[in-house]
């Protein structure tokens, strides 16, 4: 199954389920126009596939003492396998970092680290940088979030 082999029902299945992935399959089938069964077996389809990975509760950052979000820019020293495995094996330490992205142009990685407080955003930074040699980090702090989803911008509306 490839990401453009999918018809409007397994669009709407995966538009339904990022948001609300608790539906049962009796609701989720009434809503995409499917009786139980084959909303069942194309869920599990979807599973199989790799496109659904997995199933989880959103939970407030700031309601559990998470309150500041930081975007980290990293610039690498250099390139080798070497700092790599460096960097592979701190970030793999620091659970505070919830997203990584190895970017194209002036920063090599983007990292969105949640943490309670500034304390701990500097003892976070403060190890990263004594355990890792960077050429440059930058710390980008979230003032608010104005928006935040984890559903992809499915087209539900073609056949």
């Given amino acids: 199954m490839t990401n453009h082999g999918f018809d409007r029902i397994d669009r709407r299945i995966l538009h339904e389920l990022m948001r609300d992935a608790t539906l049962p399959v009796a609701q989720l089938a009434e809503r995409v ?33 998470l309150a500041l979000t930081v975007f980290v820019e990293i610039a690498a020293t250099d390139h080798t396998t070497a700092w790599r495995d460096s960097f592979a094996e701190v970030i793999a330490d620091h659970p505070q970092i919830v997203e990584l992205h190895r970017m194209a142009g002036e920063v090599d990685y983007l990292l969105k680290v949640v943490v309670p407080d500034m304390q701990a955003y500097d003892a976070f930074y403060l190890d990263l940088t004594r355990r890792l040699p960077c050429r440059s980090v930058i710390s980008k702090f979230s003032m608010e979030r104005m928006r935040a989803t984890t559903a992809l911008p499915i087209d539900i509306t073609t056949a």
């Fill in 33 to 65: 126009g499917l009786s139980q069964t084959p909303c069942w077996k194309r869920v599990q389809k979807l599973e199989a596939a790799g496109v659904i990975t997995g199933r989880v509760a959103l939970v407030s950052a700031e309601k559990i003492g």
